[in-house]
């Protein structure tokens, strides 16, 4: 059975600082694909960042980057600069071929000055 | 358009009343989800809809009946709920490399 798993339940980091978030998964399925979303107080999910387990290169977008190790079977999503905005709930999903998408418990990052 | 849009965004239904949330997008995306999210908690998956058949049921309740009426539509039914089910209830479309959420419906069951 497919899972996600995030085990930092809280991060701090401070301002224009980096800050890595770990996310591993399991899956049997060759075929999968690998988001980040971030989940302010205000309930919305936003999508930040994709990575397909064919995907050679690791993702980035703007501050965003993925480090992907497929062997290893992990997907740490990696902020760069932080910035106070940044403060919120950070989950890792992996979606499979039959189009199922769950959810790794969550982070809490909170960026401070 | 990445917007999958949710209505209505706050609802308050009593034990014995129908209602329906609802879903739309127009991304082209061939999946749509309901999940289920309590406060601090991540979101619970309950239906897939793959090329507009239900191909996921999470052992969901049956007071909850999701129906998808087009390839850009997804409801969800609600009727005699109990309190346990307040929650944020968030819909999703996927394909390929995107998966987008709605801002999701604040459910309160009283």
């Known amino acids: 059975a497919q899972k996600i798993t995030q085990t930092q339940p809280g991060m701090f980091v401070q301002e224009k600082e980096a800050v890595t978030l770990d996310c591993t998964y399991d899956?049997?399925?060759?075929?999968?694909?690998l988001f980040w979303y971030k989940q302010p107080s205000s309930g919305e999910m936003i999508f930040l960042i994709y990575q397909g387990s064919y995907d050679q290169q690791n993702a980035t977008e703007g501050r965003y980057s993925l480090n992907f190790q497929k062997a290893r079977k992990s997907a740490n999503l990696v902020i760069s600069a932080s910035q106070l905005g940044d403060s919120a709930m950070y989950f890792c999903a992996m979606r499979d071929f039959t189009d199922k998408l769950i959810f790794g418990t969550g982070t809490r990052l909170q960026v401070f000055p | 358009d990445t917007e999958v849009t949710q209505t209505p965004k706050h609802l308050v239904m009593g034990m014995t009343n129908k209602k329906s949330l609802k879903c739309e997008q127009h991304?082209?995306?061939?999946?749509m989800y309901w999940y289920k999210q309590k406060a601090k908690k991540p979101p619970e998956l309950m239906f897939v809809y793959s090329y507009e058949k239900l191909s996921i049921n999470e052992s969901v309740p049956s007071r909850f009946s999701p129906e998808c009426p087009n390839s850009s539509l997804l409801n969800l039914h609600l009727h005699a709920l109990q309190p346990e089910d307040s929650a944020l209830y968030l819909c999703a479309s996927s394909k390929g490399t995107e998966a987008f959420f709605g801002q999701g419906t604040r459910l309160t069951v009283v």
């Open positions: 899956t049997s399925d060759p075929s999968y694909g």
């Open positions: 991304m082209g995306h061939r999946a």
